[in-house]
């Protein structure tokens, strides 16, 4: 099982790079993390051979953004691309239960030569919106969406777009466990576990 490791600190970074088969995540409780805390964990899992993927949001748990929400996120973007992150993972919907294109495609623009990933906000989607929704993200090149429930039905869902992965986000090492016996995916993100 490919556990990409959930952190949201530096201490965590030494333990988490030797967890790591392939990528760590980086989290500042559902929000962006600071600037410096991106750039040395960067470096030092570059050092390592493992890439980051750092979240991208202005507020924890929400994935509707106003004009000014949309530019710090945007910079946020920038800045990851200066730093040399390897993969962001961000989500925009509307009031009304869509992807907010034109939001995603500001943050897109922002995302250059790194792998884009759809946040959990993907599954507050109502799942007649799902067939749309999943064809602009393939179309638009993000490497697959980033979910913590409607697994089984996501997964199914996403077998029509074969470019489009899903990655499972726990709560802890157990549930990782659980969702790899029943799903068969090639990562999930978990907690560092003890």
């Given at each position: 099982?490919?556990?990409?490791?959930?952190?949201?600190?530096?201490?965590?970074?030494?333990?988490?790079?030797?967890?790591?088969?392939?990528?760590?995540?980086?989290?500042?409780?559902?929000?962006?993390?600071?600037?410096?805390?991106?750039?040395?964990?960067?470096?030092?899992?570059?050092?390592?051979?493992?890439?980051?993927?750092?979240?991208?949001?202005?507020?924890?748990?929400a994935s509707?953004?106003?004009?000014?929400?949309?530019?710090?996120?945007?910079?946020?973007?920038?800045?990851?691309?200066?730093?040399?992150?390897?993969?962001?993972?961000?989500?925009?919907?509307?009031?009304?239960?869509h992807l907010?294109?034109?939001?995603?495609?500001?943050?897109?623009?922002?995302?250059?030569?790194?792998?884009?990933?759809?946040?959990?906000?993907?599954?507050?989607?109502?799942?007649?919106?799902?067939?749309?929704?999943?064809?602009?993200?393939?179309?638009?090149?993000?490497?697959?969406?980033?979910?913590?429930?409607?697994?089984?039905?996501?997964?199914?869902?996403l077998k029509?777009?074969?470019?489009?992965?899903?990655?499972?986000?726990?709560?802890?090492?157990?549930?990782?466990?659980?969702?790899?016996?029943?799903?068969?995916?090639?990562?999930?993100?978990?907690?560092?576990?003890?």
């Amino acid at each position: 099982m490919n556990i990409e490791p959930l952190i949201a600190t530096f201490q965590e970074v030494p333990k988490a790079a030797e967890q790591a088969l392939l990528r760590v995540a980086l989290a500042n409780h559902a929000q962006t993390p600071s600037r410096g805390l991106i750039a040395a964990t960067t470096r030092y899992l570059h050092e390592h051979q493992k890439s980051l993927d750092v979240w991208i949001s202005a507020t924890p748990h929400a994935s509707e953004w106003n004009d000014t929400e949309i530019k710090l996120m945007e910079d946020d973007l920038f800045q990851c691309q200066e730093l040399g992150v390897d993969g962001v993972i961000f989500g925009a919907t509307t009031k009304t239960q869509h992807l907010d294109d034109e939001a995603l495609e500001i943050l897109l623009g922002a995302s250059a030569g790194m792998d884009p990933f759809f946040s959990p906000a993907f599954t507050n989607l109502p799942a007649a919106e799902w067939p749309h929704a999943l064809q602009w993200l393939s179309d638009h090149q993000f490497r697959g969406i980033v979910a913590t429930d409607h697994l089984t039905e996501l997964q199914t869902a996403l077998k029509a777009y074969p470019t489009l992965q899903l990655v499972p986000m726990t709560a802890n090492l157990q549930s990782a466990q659980r969702v790899e016996s029943e799903l068969h995916v090639p990562t999930i993100i978990s907690p560092l576990a003890d």
